[in-house]
Every structure is written in C-alpha cells, then in structure tokens.
C-alpha cells in the first residue's frame, strides 16, 4: 500500500522523490491551490504561482483553481 499521509492522492513516494513537494501538507507551497491540482496541470508545486497566467486568458491560475477551470487552456470568460 502506498502512503498518502496529507490525503491529497499524491503517493508520499512520488510527493518527495518526483515532484518535490512536502508529503505531510497538500499544498506544499501555502499559494491556495493543491499540490494535486497543480501536478495535474504542470504547475509549480514548491512555488508560489497563484498569480501566474500560463494561458494568457487574464485569469490567474488561482482563478482557474477556483472556477474548476484548466490554467493551460485559453478561454476568455463571458462576461455579464
């Protein structure tokens, strides 16, 4: 069985050996988002990137996080 001790789905194995993150919190550098989410999109998980746009759409990836949105994949949001 493998160890998941902060319970975000990320093995402590792959946390501290492949991404480089801290097996003990879910969001090992305090920016908000999980370290889960941020490996799934190829963020940087041991830096603080809330306010990076990678896609360049004028929606920080913490706005992407909190919309369930894809932070490397261009939609300009509608607006109202």
Do not use: C
């Amino acid at each position: 069985t493998l160890n998941d001790t902060d319970g975000d789905t990320l093995s402590d194995g792959y946390e501290v050996l492949t991404l480089g993150s801290n097996p003990n919190s879910n969001d090992t550098d305090g920016d908000t988002m999980p370290d889960w989410w941020e490996a799934q999109h190829g963020l940087k998980i041991t830096l603080d990137d809330r306010n990076e746009d990678p896609d360049d759409d004028n929606v920080v990836n913490l706005g992407e996080y909190l919309m369930e949105t894809n932070p490397n994949e261009r939609k300009i949001p509608v607006s109202h």
